[in-house]
């Protein structure tokens, strides 16, 4: 049987980034394998040992047993010490290792797909022993293997794909928590408008309004006099948004006018992936 149509955009988006993580380090040497990413504290070994773990959960294989090294700095939650665990046991892996592992769970996730019968609203595993919707499920692999596709992409300076269909999930994701992010993280006052211009590979134009009880709804329509706007371009928004960078460090790539508190307090807020 195919994919549900409501999952088929996720898995085409999956398939199209886990591939290019695949033709990315099939022809690494073993010591490219340590270079560092921009994901706090992993190499590129990490971030591909990251892919497969999360991919077998998937396939619904069990977590291994293993136990943590207590000095792994960037460790700072059981969220945290929870996605470590399938990063940590394949530390040791060799490149020839680290790819035929990738490879097989590829063709595995493949399979389960192309077999996929169940309903969007089933229910399946998520991290920490929580439960989650396919539908959801899906959506986040395929967001999760975009980001650190382009991870990958800067670690080894093979720009690309920031336009593609991974890079569209990605996008809604982090659309769907910019209101929460203004009103309520950056606390933006209430009746007051922010707009996000966004130039690029993808580009769009946002605007998030915050209503008299200081709730935060976004649209496309531009505002007459937002408080703040913010121009940037997309992969500067995705660097802010997946937490690869603080905003002082691109600070010349980002077009503030209105009120700059606001806008320092937004960005100060920006990184929501875990």
Known sequence: MTVHPSLQTYADAWAHSVEAISELVQPLAEGEWNRATPCPGWSVRDIVSHVIGMECEMLGDPRPIHTLPRDLYHVRSEFARYMEMQVDVRRHHTAPEMTAE???????????????????????????????????????????????????????????NLDSPGALVARDNF???????????????????????????????????????????????????????????????????????????????????????????????FAVTP
């Open 102 to 160: 990738l490879e097989y769970t590829i063709i595995r996730r493949n399979r389960q797909l192309r077999n996929e019968n169940r309903a969007p609203e089933t229910m399946v595993r998520a991290p920490l022993g929580a439960e989650q919707t396919l539908e959801l499920a899906y959506r986040m692999r395929a967001f999760d293997i975009w980001v650190h596709e382009q991870d990958l992409r800067v670690a080894l300076n093979k720009p690309g």
């Open 175 to 269: 659309l769907a928590v910019l209101p929460r992010v203004v009103a309520k993280d950056a606390g933006a006052p209430p009746h007051s408008a922010v707009v996000f211009d966004v130039h690029g590979p993808v580009e769009f134009l946002r605007t998030v309004r915050v209503d008299a009880d200081g709730r935060g709804t976004i649209d496309g329509a531009p505002s007459l006099g937002p408080a703040a706007t913010l121009t940037l371009d997309w992969e500067t928004y995705v660097r802010l948004a997946a937490g690869r960078v603080r905003p002082a460090v691109v600070a010349d790539r980002i077009k503030v006018e209105g009120d700059a508190e606001l806008a320092g307090a937004i960005l100060e807020s």
